[in-house]
């Protein structure tokens, strides 16, 4: 399982849990390989260039289709992957450092645009959930806000927890226990709905950004071009283990939803994802990357 997040992160520790839930459907050994960098590129290249196909499988998150927009070049389309399972879908929240002096999203506002240009945000990738967020929000809101390039999420947030940046974009079922952590402070959510954990949070729709939307997801792809009989095996692999016991809990314990429809629908949902992820990057007139 080639892995396109930085170790030791919650969303790893994920990872890390499905290739033990499918070492015992399989009967074999998956062994984890963190491949993380450029956004994640590395390790869905890598995917593609392992032999024999479909020995190997990728375990990615939104980046899989921001890239494609992002990167003159990336060396890969989303048709070169056939998708063999999904692990979750998230709200993300934007949390912020205690130290600043906004309880709520109206006040963060208010603050950084009275300190235009001052106030950063931590991001470990262009076209991840949290920097897509976050450049929604400087849109929506007319914020001033500066990235600042992180190896993965678990380095962003202990950079926000030290209070060595302003604000940070993270999925709820990863960083829930956080969230009331007295160094952090959780202004609003990213999802249509507010969170079941958190319902005091507001959606950004409901304070008047309804753009700044976004889920956080998680999925495992094989090439393509890998023997049908391989693919077909690691669906049903899949099947079994998002039908577990064990894997309805994980996912309950950290805010997951179960993706409620069939492979293919999700396929056409990341899908559009992507189109959304290419107009904002036209919109905002962001460059591509070499």
């Not at 499905?18 to 993380?36: G, R």
């Not at 235009?116 to 976050?134: E, I």
């Not at 806000?145 to 993965?152: A, E, Q, R, S």
């Amino acid at each position: 399982m080639i892995v396109s997040f930085a170790p030791g992160g919650s969303a790893d520790i994920l990872a890390r849990t499905v290739a033990d839930f499918l070492s015992s459907e399989i009967k074999q050994t998956v062994v984890v390989e963190n491949n993380a960098g450029a956004g994640g590129i590395l390790a869905m290249r890598a995917v593609l260039r392992q032999a024999p196909l479909g020995s190997s499988v990728l375990f990615t998150n939104n980046t899989l289709v921001g890239n494609l927009y992002a990167f003159r070049d990336p060396q890969y389309k989303l048709e070169d992957y056939a998708v063999v399972g999904t692990v979750g879908l998230s709200p993300f929240a934007l949390m912020v450092t205690s130290r600043l002096p906004s309880t709520n999203i109206q006040e963060f506002i208010a603050y950084a645009k009275a300190n235009s240009g001052k106030l950063n945000y931590g991001s470990s990738s262009l076209t991840g959930g949290p920097n897509v967020l976050a450049e929604r929000l400087k849109a929506a809101a007319g914020l001033d806000l500066v990235m600042v390039p992180f190896k993965g999420g678990e380095p962003a947030t202990q950079a926000l927890m030290a209070g060595d940046i302003h604000a940070l974009f993270a999925a709820v079922g990863v960083v829930r226990s956080r969230i009331k952590s007295p160094q952090l402070r959780a202004l609003a959510v990213s999802g249509e709905r507010r969170s079941e954990i958190f319902p005091s949070l507001p959606t950004f729709g409901e304070v008047g950004y309804p753009t700044v939307k976004l889920l956080a997801w998680n999925g495992l792809f094989l090439p393509a071009t890998a023997p049908a009989v391989a693919i077909q095996r690691m669906r049903e692999a899949m099947a079994k283990v998002s039908a577990s016991e064990d894997m309805k809990k994980l996912l309950e314990r950290m805010e997951f939803d179960a993706w409620p429809d069939t492979l293919d629908q999700f396929m056409a949902y990341i899908r559009a994802e992507g189109l959304g992820v290419r107009d904002d990057f036209a919109r905002l007139k962001i460059p591509m990357q070499d």
